[in-house]
């Protein structure tokens, strides 16, 4: 909330705002759990989201004139894990780099597996390239309700002008 306020302070009145993804799915959490996802990972997530997009109907009265999306990477990540094969990506639970074990960064001399636009994840915990190009397609073509104080539930992403 700080860096919102000294950025409208500034004359910044459009802001976009992003969602944790699916925290618990990632490879770094799968690797803590037997290759499954962590589900408490993931539901502190989308408790965080939910407090975020809520939150923005009190910027949005204490800010006169901005404006604010919220991008809800946590729903569109789920979309893609579970139906990745449309979007042409078949690993789900493993970095695209080597990691080191546990671990979220590629090791500098580490292996790359040799098609990148198969995987959900480039290494532990950052989506691939497809997949932030799949989040970016899918943003940028929502559906955007202009009306404050109402959250779209039937669109994925949901947003909130």
Known sequence: ????????????????????????????????????CIELYSYASSLLNTKLNLSIDKFHKEMAGSHFVFVNLFEIMSEVMNDAASYGIEV???????????GSSCLVDGSVCSNRS??????????????????????Y???LTRTSGFTSETSVPPFRL
């Open 92 to 102: 789900i639970g493993e970095a695209c780099c080597q990691t080191k074990a546990g």
């Open 118 to 139: 198969n995987h959900l994840f480039f290494d532990g915990g950052h989506p691939a390239d497809v997949t932030n190009s799949i989040m970016g397609r899918m943003a």
């Open 1 to 36: 909330m700080i860096l919102l306020q000294l950025m409208y302070n500034l004359g910044a009145r459009k802001f976009l705002l992003f969602s944790t993804e699916v925290s618990g799915c990632t490879p770094i959490a799968r690797s803590k759990n037997n290759g499954s």
């Open 141 to 143: 073509s929502a559906n």
